[in-house]
């Protein structure tokens, strides 16, 4: 449990933006600990899940009893956002592991149900998510959540404090944009 | 886009999502869409509705590997995985490290094995499979994780460091395969197959205890043993060239083929290494790989050198098809041969001989099948990965492959610096000082590289060193340059001067051919053997058109045309004074006899590849190397427009929403699934052939059922999924068993044009059209003789004087559905068959928007047929004689597939298999990757025969 945490979780949460990205750094650490733990740990069938991942960190970093159900919405906000930096700094460094060693590629003929996310991808998905949210930055929020934590359309309509529909109208817009952006780049 | 352009766009995209896929066209014109960009975005947005991505799982389960620790230091002394502790590090392998570690859960030494990369989940799925394994001559593998392996640790020495100090005495010998053939019945009777057994795999502890290591692991990929699934014979893909060749010794004739192994190929195997234990030498020996791969398909090992008792048990192992093969390794004993002693003085004869025969061998070369030195090898197509780092230049011969066929010098970065890379090493070596380098080509011996950097043509070492300056260009780019035996480099520069001659040991460069008038440069100047003439492609302008291809005699200097229109014209010699000239144009290369003595062209030119990369001036990227003896090796850069027509396998469901069977994306076309739905044959394009290859999605392997020369295309299956059936454009209908073991035979070759289309329920009739003037639908009868097809005297099924094509029998064998342009276009159409006595037979449409292709669907009353676009289904029924089929309707609107040939309809009647076309490469890839074709010039041979007086080789 941090109280500087809490603390800035409230700050931010009764509007205090420069707490934001205090909060954020704070959470990276703790995320990227945990994401990496459970990705190295051995595993027996179980694929990560990040949700399961952003509540641990919820439940470590913050005094329950000090904070409202809006903190938590809020605490999934920035974790969204996190996950994607933790996800795209880990592409990145693979990219340019590739890169510098020009190692051998490994055709493993993965099978289609498991094929796990390409450095490349996600890097690119990435870019489009950052031009998306010039247009409509509540869509790029939906994604993250959605997409990087695995919420459901409902809890991720509840952090946005949006109805579910809506969240499903801008999933499908922003999955539809995002890939032909992908494809385009 | 503006943000109003995109709520816009949001906008209409939700209201049109809302309706039938038909309205929406409509709607978005009518909604005025104005706007074609917003319009087009629209659409676009629409499209992507139906495409799986990566969006569609959240991250976090696919991007752990992303997460997992890659970094070194978790694998220091003293760190701890999972319950292991690191003790020091057991050395590296092709694959990775090797340490050794503690269990301290169970108080016991491991080793761990890691890899580079993460393990993809079929591999650690097949791994754990291998990790059921429990013998006590297999090296056990106790656990997985996501790029490591831990398993048993095997102390003691490899069978290879045994064999390398001495042959093995028989007894010791026998004792040592007693143990491997234990392992490998115990690993066969659980189903998994070695894959890669070969003295380095094997370890003999220091009680004599024989351990079998890394089943099954050669798929891991990454290592010496990599890809031996489904590479490195005739196959396209990254490989990684030369590493491969520590195994191909001990590959068995399907392996090196490119097919699937079972445990037959350990069988193989066994006698490969059982020969190596006795005799203390390799039974398959090749200069390089793709000889030792063609000794391995064609030769017939000697095995005088290894005792009499072991004979027969050698040749039952090494049988090239496995059906004839020893077939169970428990049975290995039997076939042991104790000679009664009367007969030892036969046998001491027969040693005397062997020993004599081995002298032979080892003078003729030094392997036993070398005796008969193979004259026609299979054309081995490699596609190498030079690495990520590496970004070739989109220029013309930024590739050049030494005369020997042993090293590489390319082009790569920004600016362009200059690389050598042995082919046997897996490692570039950057010559320093070369910024800015272009055109780099090798001396006659192969010890330096030529190129062209700030005006200057210069040489290098190929080990590095100095650059040396031979001589001064002056302003005029290099368009070229050959080194001959004699010691002058013919380099020819843009503008005046033309063609100069340069001593390369250094001086200032001759003018011998000075630009004619209109001329604008010599390209790709190459020096004939004999060092008498120049081969030049001239540059009248800019073009394909305007370009000659000359050869320029160096005693009275005159210029001679020898071919027109293409360019980067290369003379790829023969010991006989005929060989071939080579060309490229727009990407295509042709081959033509050239006769060296009389400087001229023979006969036609013929294209023999179609996607060499070439620029708009017509400049291409290819060199050659006469390695191996002669068989010569072409290299070649991919052309970014021959990803036109690359495929993709894919299901389209009834919703029309797809899913990637094959992802990986090849020049397919015409997949046809078998009877029982479990595999595809395909016609696959590949270095200018096209031929048939059976794919499996279960193991995701190929097999090749043809093997080039010819064109083969348009496979079905017979019913029992036994055989294919094809054509051979301009030659009939050909079969071969579906398995892949059999030669290609001819079913039908008394008409040329045929096309097979499908058989009768029972197998005994096959429908295909054939082109005589117009199309007409024929059948035939066919019995199975017992591994192959005999087809009996063909009836016409329908006279008219239309084109009537595509036959297909109905599932119940009652009714031919077939199309005919007899309305004006091509609809389908039902009749019954066998056609009525009276010959006056109904006749019913079933299409009506123009179709073709019908499909029968197996599981419900349906037709399913292809009209523009669409995928239509039309239901039918059928009362007594009469056929009643009802209105068409659309199946899958916006269907796409790579040409109307390239569909079927999977056995449930729902899904289609298409072959899609996929978006080009990523050119990234393009940057770093180059092909070689081995053996390419007995590949010519056969294509584009060499006419006159050639003495057979």
């Not at chain 1, 459970?38 to 069938?45: I, K, L, Q, S, T």
């Not at chain 2, 570690?101 to 016991?108: I, P, S, V």
Request: proline share 6%.
């Amino acid at each position: 449990m941090d109280p500087e945490i809490t603390d800035l979780l409230r700050a931010w949460g009764s509007g205090d933006a420069a707490a934001l990205e205090r909060l954020a750094a704070a959470v990276y650490g703790e995320l990227h600990r945990l994401a990496r733990r459970y990705a190295n740990r051995e595993r027996e069938g179980n694929s990560l899940q990040a949700t399961a991942l952003v509540n641990e960190a919820y439940l470590r970093l913050v005094d329950l009893s000090r904070v409202s159900w809006q903190d938590r919405a809020h605490f999934f906000a920035v974790a969204a956002n996190t996950m994607r930096r933790i996800l795209v700094d880990a592409a990145r460094t693979k990219a340019a592991e590739k890169r510098g060693g020009g190692a051998i590629r490994m055709e493993l003929n993965e099978s289609i149900d498991a094929a796990p996310l390409r450095p490349d991808q996600l890097l690119r998905l990435d870019d489009a998510l950052d031009a998306l949210a010039k247009y409509d930055a509540r869509k790029a929020r939906v994604v993250e959540l959605r997409f990087f934590v695995g919420l459901t359309a409902e809890e991720t309509a509840e952090v946005l404090r949006i109805s579910p529909e809506s969240v499903l109208r801008d999933w499908k817009l922003s999955r539809a944009w995002l890939m032909r952006e992908m494809a385009a780049s | 886009m503006t943000p109003d352009q995109f709520r816009e766009m949001e906008d209409l995209y939700h209201r049109a999502r809302a309706l039938s896929p038909e309205q929406r066209d409509t709607f978005l014109k009518d909604a005025g869409a104005a706007d074609a960009g917003l319009l087009g975005a629209v659409q676009s947005l629409l499209a992507k509705d139906s495409v799986e991505g990566i969006l569609d799982r959240p991250a976090a389960q696919t991007a752990e590997n992303l997460l997992g620790d890659s970094d070194r230091a978790r694998w220091n002394p003293g760190t701890r995985v999972g319950s292991f502790e690191i003790v020091g590090r057991l050395g590296a392998g092709g694959m990775g490290e090797v340490f050794r570690a503690r269990d301290t859960r169970l108080g016991r030494d491991v080793a761990i094995k890691v890899s580079h990369e993460e393990f993809g989940a079929r591999f650690q799925r097949e791994a754990r499979a291998i990790s059921s394994l429990n013998h006590p001559n297999i090296c056990t593998l106790y656990d997985v994780g996501p790029n490591y392996l831990v398993m048993e640790l095997v102390e003691g020495r490899t069978l290879a460091e045994r064999i390398k100090r001495s042959p093995i005495p028989l007894d010791e010998a026998l004792g040592i395969a007693q143990q491997i053939a234990d392992a490998l019945g115990a690993a066969h009777e659980k189903g998994i197959t070695h894959r890669d057994l070969k003295p380095g795999n094997i370890n003999i502890k220091p009680d004599g205890t024989v351990k079998v290591l890394d089943f099954g692991l050669a798929k891991m990929g990454g290592g010496p043993t990599a890809q031996s699934d489904d590479s490195p014979a005739p196959t396209s893909g990254p490989t990684q060239k030369g590493v491969i060749l520590g195994t191909a010794a001990y590959m068995s004739p399907e392996q090196a083929r490119g097919k699937e192994a079972d445990s037959r190929a350990d069988i193989w195997a066994f006698g490969v290494v059982l020969y190596e234990m006795l005799t203390g030498q390799k039974l398959f020996v090749g200069a390089d790989l793709s000889e030792t791969l063609a000794s391995v398909i064609k030769e017939q090992p000697a095995l005088e050198r290894a005792p009499a008792k072991v004979q027969r048990l050698l040749r039952s192992c090494l049988e090239k098809e496995p059906k004839l093969r020893l077939q169970a390794i428990g049975d290995w004993r039997l076939l042991l041969e104790d000679r009664p002693a009367a007969r030892t003085g036969a046998s001491r004869r027969a040693w005397a001989v062997a020993a004599m025969l081995s002298v032979v061998a080892a003078v003729a070369l030094w392997a036993p099948w070398r005796a008969e030195k193979p004259s026609n090898l299979p054309l081995v197509r490699l596609d190498v990965d030079l690495g990520d780092d590496v970004s070739l230049p989109d220029v013309t011969s930024a590739v050049a492959i030494s005369p020997d066929g042993t090293r590489l010098a390319y082009l790569s970065g920004t600016p362009p610096r200059l690389f050598t890379r042995r082919l046997d090493q897996a490692k570039a070596v950057e010559l320093p000082g070369t910024q800015e380098a272009s055109t780099p080509f090798f001396s006659p011996d192969g010890r330096w590289v030529g190129f062209y950097s700030n005006h200057m043509l210069n040489k290098i070492s190929v080990t590095g060193g100095a650059v040396v300056p031979i001589g001064n260009l002056g302003g005029d780019n290099l368009a070229g340059a050959s080194w001959s035996e004699d010691g002058s480099i013919f380099a020819s520069v843009a503008f005046q001067r033309g063609l100069l001659r340069i001593p390369a040991g250094g001086g200032p460069p001759e003018s011998i051919a000075g630009l004619g008038d209109g001329d604008i440069v010599f390209n790709a100047p190459q020096v004939l053997p004999g060092g008498k003439a120049i081969l030049l492609s001239a540059s009248k302008a800019l073009g394909q058109d305007r370009k000659t291809i000359e050869v320029f005699t160096l005693a009275d200097r005159r210029r001679k045309v020898v071919a027109r229109g293409g360019s980067l014209a290369r003379y790829l010699p023969t010991s006989t004074g005929v060989g071939h000239l080579v060309y490229v144009y727009m990407g295509t290369l042709f081959a033509i006899p050239f006769d060296l003595a009389k400087l001229e062209t023979r006969g036609t030119a013929v294209p023999v590849l179609d996607d060499v990369a070439h620029d708009s001036t017509g400049s291409s990227q290819f060199d050659f190397s006469l390695a191996p003896s002669g068989h010569g090796t072409l290299v070649y850069r991919r052309a970014s427009n021959g990803d036109a027509g690359m495929a993709a396998l894919q299901w389209v469901a009834q919703t029309g929403k797809m899913e990637t069977l094959r992802a990986k994306p090849g020049l397919y076309s015409m997949p046809r699934l078998s009877p029982d739905g479990t595999q595809v044959a395909l016609t696959v394009l590949e270095g200018g052939s096209k031929d048939i290859w059976v794919y499996d999605p279960r193991r995701d392997a190929m097999t090749r059922v043809t093997f080039g020369g010819a064109i083969f295309r348009w496979a079905i299956w017979s019913p029992d999924g036994r055989y294919l059936v094809f054509t051979s454009d301009g030659i009939g209908i050909f079969q071969a068993r579906a398995d892949g073991v059999s030669q290609p035979q001819a079913l039908m070759h008394d008409r040329p044009l045929q096309w097979p289309c499908s058989f009768t329920p029972d197998g005994k009739r096959l429908a295909y059209f054939e082109a005589a003037g117009n199309f007409q639908i024929w059948t035939v009868p066919v019995e199975d003789m017992g591994g192959r097809l005999k087809a009996g005297k063909p009836e016409q099924f329908l006279k008219s004087s239309f084109n009537d094509a595509a036959p297909m029998f109905s599932p119940d064998g009652r009714w031919l559905a077939y199309s005919s342009d007899e309305s004006g276009r091509y609809e389908v159409y039902v009749r019954a068959f066998p056609s009525p006595a009276s010959g006056q037979g109904g006749k019913w449409q079933v299409s009506n928007t123009g179709a073709m292709w019908p499909h029968w669907s197996r599981s419900g009353h349906e037709i399913v047929y292809l009209s523009g676009d669409q995928i239509m289904a039309a239901s039918y029924t059928v009362r007594g004689d009469t056929f009643i089929a009802e209105k068409p309707r659309v199946r899958i609107p916006d269907f796409n597939a790579i040409d109307w040939t390239s569909w079927d309809l999977a056995p449930d009647g729902r899904s289609l298999l298409v072959a899609t076309p996929v978006d080009a490469a990523d050119p990234r890839q393009r940057e770093h990757e180059v092909v070689f074709l081995e053996n390419f010039f007995d590949e010519l041979r056969r294509r584009v025969p060499l006419t006159g007086n050639i003495p057979a080789q």
